[in-house]
């Protein structure tokens, strides 16, 4: 309400944060555009449509990366908008004049990576938790963000509406440890921006998506330079939690954060 102006058309949200992992109060969200007549859109691309389904509660428009999630296996850049005939026409009238169209082999991968989405997301539901557990009780872990940790905020909200928790998770290592020197210890985990694949991929937002930012905006946000992103793939849980907690265990607790 604070945010709205005469001249606000939408409101757009993310399901889930990137990179803090905060749930949205999205039902909230979608009443109040409805009782404003702004058009709602959220990004779901975190969450993905195994996990929530903006359109069944009451958002306008949803928007994916399906370079995500949706093809599930790093090799195709695509989006994909999801809401009603008439919303779609709109925007499809402006695509074309932009002029992006997926090519047919793209359209064949992504195709064929939706066919498995619902088993991905649920192994990587279920790794993301027990990584997210293992870290949080680890003592050169600061703390952990995961939907599905009784510590998150928004953790009961998260279980109310959301029909899973999700591959990403961020953690803060502890004071002294040096995040360059974590990332290189680690030996399946790869260094990479990119989420939603079949491999583990882990992030600095300070470094990467968020570099282009102030010390202290970041800090606003609550980005620290020893905040870590994890995309959560399909490996076996067991050789992910084990790759995390060795790594933990093989850097140096007194070298401070550069």
């Given amino acids: 309400a604070e945010a709205m102006r005469d001249e606000t058309v939408a409101f757009y949200l993310e399901t889930i944060a990137n990179p803090t992992i905060e749930v949205a109060n999205l039902i909230e969200a979608a009443t109040f555009c409805r009782a404003h007549a702004i058009t709602s859109i959220v990004d779901n691309t975190f969450a993905s449509p195994a996990n929530f389904q903006p359109i069944r509660h009451g958002i306008d428009i949803s928007v994916q990366s399906a370079t995500k999630y949706l093809n599930g296996h790093s090799d195709v850049i695509a989006g994909a908008i999801t809401g009603t005939a008439a919303q779609i026409d709109a925007i499809r009238h402006e695509l074309n004049h932009w002029g992006g169209t997926l090519d047919p082999h793209a ?129 076996a849980t067991e050789d992910v939690i084990d790759d995390f907690v060795g790594a933990l265990g093989s850097v140096d607790s007194h070298r401070a954060l550069a």
Avoid: W
Wanted: charged share 15%.
């Fill in 107 to 235: 359209c064949f991968l992504l195709q064929r990576g939706l066919k498995t989405l619902a088993l991905r997301v649920r192994q990587q539901n279920a790794t993301a938790l027990a990584l997210a557990e293992a870290l949080e009780s680890h003592d050169r872990v600061a703390s952990v963000l995961y939907p599905g940790l009784a510590s998150h905020p928004q953790h009961a909200y998260a279980c109310e509406h959301l029909m899973g928790h999700g591959g990403m998770l961020a953690f803060e290592l502890a004071p002294g440890i040096d995040p360059a020197q974590f990332i290189g210890a680690l030996e399946m985990a790869i260094y990479a921006p990119s989420l939603g694949g079949p491999e583990t991929l882990v992030a600095l937002p300070a470094q990467s998506s968020h570099v282009g930012l102030s010390a202290a905006q970041r800090r606003d946000l609550g980005i620290s330079d020893g905040l870590v992103r994890v995309s959560v793939g399909i490996e």
